[in-house]
């Protein structure tokens, strides 16, 4: 029972005389499957997060239906399962909350079934990086097929984008430049196609990192969700894992250190979510691969920001595709990257490349003439964020990249929502708003609420930027001069905990410095008190408890701790 030399992990279900072989092979008949096939050829699992519940993953079962062609036609037995679906714009209270539990069904769906490889799909902002870190865990072969990206939103004449233009018009809505009516018309037409949202959020940035990283194949990120050529990709992603399968190329021997950092450049070159150092670092801890926040903030230092989409700038996914997409942004910063990088294609990453081109220089510049000089994260230091926290410049003000002010500060969400716009708020446009209890414990979840809005009354005096400090997330698709994940979070009792309303903050982007202008001994002062009265935690059971007990701060990706690492394809007892 083997497949030419080597004898696949399903042989051990699937290749037995004996009454185990007879139970797992009799009922994997009852679905129409020829005896044949469990003659020793390498099974492929599917990995399915589909569902009507993540709009963006919605057409994903029709996208598996060709990677089982490739998979029939390469030799192999396509075997497709489910996979909880984390439906970003759905979920409540965040999506994020439910990464790692995702993360936990992948890996022991993996480990559990008689697969020898397996293709992800997804595309939905935490689908990617959840089932990346569950596959990790186990360490088959494994290539990645994303969604892609939305049709560009149309509205009256012009494009509009997911996400970005949402924040954007409601906004414009507050400030009274807008009718609501105008608002809720603009809905149709942002989101009328399959796929992911089509700006550079969390789901084009995931996706962008995967082809760098070499676990999916060329043109993965960019190909628009409906374009023929995506099925074409899944076609040829079938014939692929099933070689992967034979050669026993497993994902820890592409997504190496090397993979990492081509993929952190990629991201600061093509402006990038600020989601993906969190996932990444929780993908790193699963590989045992040594990455940390420095790692973002001196690699991004080495490219300019490239590409002119939103939220950074102005176009979106199907532009970028069609100006030559991320192969085209990795020929531009070549010599940063590791070209000799292994990839699920058989070729390295510089054999991918070779022929990109350029067709739109409006929508992927040179390194000569950048859309900006500031890319990817700035990660901060200082005793407000001791751990770290970051802020993407290209999304943020040039004019705020240093600045000194008087904190208003809201102790809960709800708090913000009740008081942002309350005309007799205390605040001015030199102010800095600081959001608590936002962070992985606090929401649960790092909900993506660190984009404050900002005050009726300023919006309506034309102020459409302000400093904004949170331990929260915020939408890949969001713009702002929003520093984000501050830790440790207020909820763990990080120092964001005990800043005052009238306290002074100083942040200096290029020095990357952020400091709370209050003494040392009064910040301990606070803290204690801050200790002494904390109330008794909301959630006793389940899997929220599960999460708060566990879960890793930002500068650790947020895994839970006893996620972290790797227990590989051994399963040792059979199941009757
Ligand atoms: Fe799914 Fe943006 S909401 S990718």
Known sequence: MTDGKRQFRSARSYGRADRDGFIHRSWMKS?????????????????????ELTPCNAHLREIAEFVKRGVWEAGGLPLEFPAMSLGETQMRPTAMLFRNLLAMEVEESIRGNPIDAVVLLGGCDKTTPGQLLGAASVDLPTMVVSSGPMLNGKFRGRDIGSGTDVWKLSEAVRAGEMKAQDFFAAESGMSRSPGTCM???SASTMASVAEA??????????????????????????????????GNVRLSQIATRQAFENA??????????????????????????????????????????LVDLQPSGKYLMEDFHYAGGVAAVMKEIAPQLALDAPTVSGKTLGENIADAECYNRDVIRTRDAPVGQHAGLWVLHGNLAPSGAVIKPSAASPSLYRHKGRAVVFETIEEL????????LDIDENCVL???GCGPKGYPGMAEVGNMPLPRKLLERGVHDMLRISDARMSGTAFGTV?????????AGGPLAI????????????????????????IARRLEAWRASRPAPKYGRGYYKLYIDHVLQADRGCDLDFLVGASGAEVERESH
């Open 499 to 522: 800043v005052q309303s009238g306290d002074e903050i100083l942040f200096d982007g290029p020095a990357r410095k952020l400091e709370l202008l209050v003494s040392g001994e009064e």
């Open 264 to 305: 952190i450049l990629v991201s600061a070159a093509i402006g990038g979510s600020t989601n993906t150092a969190i996932h990444l670092l929780a993908l790193a801890g699963r590989l045992g691969v040594k990455l940390s926040l420095a790692d973002f903030d001196r690699l991004s230092r080495e490219v300019p920001l």
């Open 199 to 201: 700006t550079m959020g």
């Open 31 to 51: 679905e129409g499957l020829p005896g044949d096939v469990f003659d020793g050829r390498p099974v492929i699992g599917i990995c399915n997060t589909w569902s």
């Open 483 to 491: 520093i984000l994940h501050v830790t440790p979070e207020s909820e």
């Open 434 to 436: 600081v959001l608590k």
């Open 213 to 246: 990283m070499g676990l999916a194949l060329p043109d993965n990120a960019t190909l628009p969700a409906v374009d023929s050529r995506r099925r074409v990709l899944a076609h040829e992603t079938g014939r692929r894992i099933v070689a992967l399968a034979r």
């Open 417 to 424: 929502r009740a008081r942002i716009d309350d005309p007799a």
